[in-house]
């Protein structure tokens, strides 16, 4: 499975970016597509999660915020994000779990200054 994310980029505090993920090749095996993020100096945290029956999980950090969706062609997932804030800053990765294995799209920047 290959992952391909976009998106990513400069925005200023209350505004929105939409991050989109694809995923290549045995996409049929995959059970959970999700993102992640890794700000400077801390540890890659879960973000939110999208499961193969349609549920969803978010971190508290972002509840109310942002929003996990799985696009028609089901190996794309969506996160939509409103109403960023600075601690929002990070790289965001695409991750996907199919039985015995993670992976990992290459990330994307999201940068929230003014």
């Known amino acids: 499975v290959q992952l391909q994310a976009f998106g990513g980029g400069l925005v200023q505090p209350g505004e929105s970016l939409r991050l989109s993920c694809a995923a290549f090749?045995?996409?049929?095996?995959?059970?959970?597509m999700g993102w992640f993020r890794q700000a400077p100096g801390k540890q890659r945290e879960l973000v939110a999660v999208?499961?193969?029956?349609?549920?969803?999980n978010l971190a508290d950090s972002v509840k109310g915020r942002f929003t996990i969706s799985r696009g028609n062609a089901k190996n794309t997932v969506y996160l939509q994000m409103n109403s960023l804030k600075a601690e929002d800053t990070a790289i965001y990765y695409c991750n996907a779990l199919t039985m015995g294995m993670s992976y990992w799209g290459k990330g994307t920047l999201v940068t929230v200054s003014s």
């Open positions: 999208f499961t193969l029956t349609g549920v969803t």
């Open positions: 090749g045995s996409t049929v095996s995959i059970n959970v």
